[in-house]
Nanobody, 126 residues
Framework: QVQLVESGGGLVQTGGSLRLSCAAS????????MGWFRQASGTDREFVAA????????GFADYVKGRFTIFRDNAKNTVYLEMNSLKPEDTAVYYC???????????????????WGQGAQVTVSS
């Protein structure tokens, strides 16, 4: 069974940086397109960033462009979300997700993903 475990969340000040990690079980991680989503309290889950199987293609939500970076290390079965210039509105639970089918595309819709991590809390103080 595929398992995804997020880590690296916590409390930071406005303007600070934080790196989230998502470690995947199994040897098939290198075939999974991956994504990051977030869900603030009382809101729907929203897209943050996504990356293709190879890591050569990636996309970002408008509200994180220029501030967040997604990258992956397939040898470590890990995908990362580097968050810079954090704002209070970035406060949310962040989830990583994996899609079973290998692809040179990235996916921005939550329905495209087959596996989800448990979430990591990110809180940005004003």
């Amino acid at each position: 069974q595929v398992q995804l475990v997020e880590s690296g969340g916590g409390l930071v000040q406005t303007g600070g940086s934080l790196r989230l990690s998502c470690a995947a079980s199994g040897s098939t991680f290198s075939t999974y397109p991956m994504g990051w989503f977030r869900q603030a309290s009382g809101t729907d889950r929203e897209f943050v960033a996504a990356i293709s199987t190879s890591g050569r293609n990636a996309g970002f939500a408008d509200y994180v462009k220029g501030r967040f970076t997604i990258f992956r290390d397939n040898a470590k079965n890990t995908v990362y979300l580097e968050m810079n210039s954090l704002k209070p509105e970035d406060t949310a639970v962040y989830y990583c997700a994996a899609r079973d089918e290998a692809s040179n595309s990235y996916y921005i819709s939550a329905i495209s993903y087959d596996h989800w991590g448990q979430g990591a809390q990110v809180t940005v103080s004003s």
